[in-house]
């Protein structure tokens, strides 16, 4: 369910109580943006449920603000008078250039009763932001296998984070996909699974 609050130790917990719920003991992780700071926080909060980690372009680092045009677009998006996801597209628009942006955050407006919702909290996205932008966790150790895969036009994964990543994650390695960008998976998605799919497998 949604909450007003949100960090990474919350949504870490969200996840163990959910694997739990699954009766899965441990797991491969592989998250992308928040999605990896979250997976990097639950590998240090229960290393022993982590198998494998996967982090996809992003560090354990805090970030500068960078989502101010997105946030700015959808909440532009009259939500109460919307008529079909093709409005809701135009009035983000002015904010969000890049037209497949628009169609991943559009994945999350769910009509239901003849009436539009976003699937995700979006006040709460913007009012816990600088959590969300801040670094996951700065203590704690997780030894398992970890793979950084980054976009190589990304400044997502820079030099200066290898020591902070060597400290968290001492058995880290990194692979970069060329060409790609933030949206590396959706860039080159067959690149992106067959490097999951290698790491994973052996």
Not at 109 to 118: A, G, P, Q, R
Request: charged share 20%; hydrophobic share 45%; no cysteine.
């Amino acid at each position: 369910g949604h909450s007003e609050q949100m960090n990474y130790n919350l949504m870490a917990d969200d996840l163990a109580q959910t694997l739990d719920a699954l009766n899965v003991s441990k797991a491969a992780l592989l998250g992308h943006s928040m999605g990896g700071k979250l997976a990097m926080t639950f590998a240090l909060l229960y290393p022993q449920r982590v198998t494998k980690l996967i982090a996809a372009d992003v560090a354990p680092v805090a970030y500068p603000p960078r989502h101010n045009s997105i946030f700015s677009g959808l909440f532009a998006v009259d939500i109460a008078n919307l008529s079909s996801r093709a409005q809701a597209d135009e009035q983000m628009s002015a904010f969000v250039k890049e037209a497949g942006v628009r169609q991943f955050l559009l994945k999350s407006l769910i009509k239901e009763d003849d009436k539009f919702y976003w699937r995700f909290n979006l006040n709460a996205l913007k009012a816990n932001y600088s959590a969300l932008t801040d670094a996951p966790m700065t203590t704690g150790q997780y030894d398992g296998p970890v793979l950084f895969i980054k976009g190589g036009e990304s400044d997502y994964i820079l030099p200066e984070h290898k020591e902070v990543i060597n400290r968290l994650f001492p058995n880290a390695q990194a692979k970069i996909i060329q060409g790609t960008g933030h949206w590396l998976h959706a860039e080159k998605p067959a690149a992106f699974t067959r490097l999951v799919q290698e790491f994973l497998l052996r």
